[in-house]
């Protein structure tokens, strides 16, 4: 079992729909989660960074963090066909530097 | 303000040859790290370089190296490739080793091909 699950997807939805993307974990230890965009041919960007439980709203982007269930969550609201994208989840620990990715789940926002 | 930059975008190899990809950070980030990007596997942590020093390895073989210079410009190097090497190389830079708040920036990744 990896320690980040994260369903690729493609999950096809119409615009204007609320997306929601998802992550599973293992280690109980990471406390600083991550989501990125990574448009075809393109390197991952940062869309949001949290830390610990509860949420934080950016926009039409809401991340969501469970620490209790391990769990944790990207909401787009009103979403765009420039929205299509895939979403990767990352997260760490305190006490390390390096994030662990999930696979990432592919977008698809059709007109 | 410069993006990271990686170059070249695209390579192919054969089998056996060795290959060097170069990143340049963004202006004043002082650490770089490398990830291997296949649609397997996903994204795999590589190395991490501060201040010219390799704070961090992966679980990569010996065949897989990388250096900082003093500009904090980065290079890896893959020895004796094979062809499950073939892959998206991504370069990431951020401005502490303690990313928090901010993440990584990453490039837009060399496209490396093992034929």
């Known amino acids: 079992q990896k320690e980040v699950e994260q369903d690729p997807g493609p999950l096809s939805v119409p615009e204007g729909a609320i997306v929601s993307l998802n992550c599973t974990y293992s280690?109980?230890?990471?406390?600083?989660f991550m989501w990125y965009r990574q448009y075809s041919r393109k390197g991952p960007e940062l869309l949001m960074y949290?830390?610990?439980?509860g949420n934080k709203e950016d926009g039409r982007f809401t991340a969501q963090v469970d620490k209790s269930s391990k769990y944790i969550s990207l909401f787009i609201r009103d979403s765009q066909p420039s929205d299509s994208a895939t979403y990767l989840c990352?997260?760490?620990?305190?006490?390390?530097?390096?994030?662990?990715f999930g696979r990432g789940t592919s977008l698809i926002v059709h007109p | 303000k410069a993006g990271v930059t990686q170059t070249p975008r695209y390579l192919i190899k054969t089998r056996g040859q060795q290959v060097t990809l170069s990143c340049s950070p963004i202006?004043?980030?002082?650490?770089v790290s490398w990830y291997q990007q296949t649609p397997g596997q996903g994204l795999q942590f590589l190395f991490e370089?501060?201040?010219?020093?390799?704070?961090n390895k992966g679980n990569f073989p010996g065949r897989f190296s990388g250096r900082q210079f003093s500009n904090s410009r980065s290079e890896m190097n893959v020895s004796t490739l094979e062809l499950g090497d073939s892959a998206l190389y991504l370069c990431?830079?951020?401005?502490?080793?303690?990313?928090?708040?901010?993440?990584?920036?990453f490039g837009s990744g060399t496209r490396l091909t093992v034929v």
């Open positions: 280690n109980s230890a990471f406390q600083y």
């Open positions: 370089y501060f201040s010219e020093t390799q704070r």
């Open positions: 990352a997260m760490r620990s305190g006490g390390s530097y390096i994030p662990t």
């Open positions: 949290t830390y610990s439980s």
């Open positions: 990431a830079s951020s401005w502490a080793r303690d990313n928090t708040n901010y993440g990584y920036t």
């Open positions: 202006s004043g980030h002082r650490s």
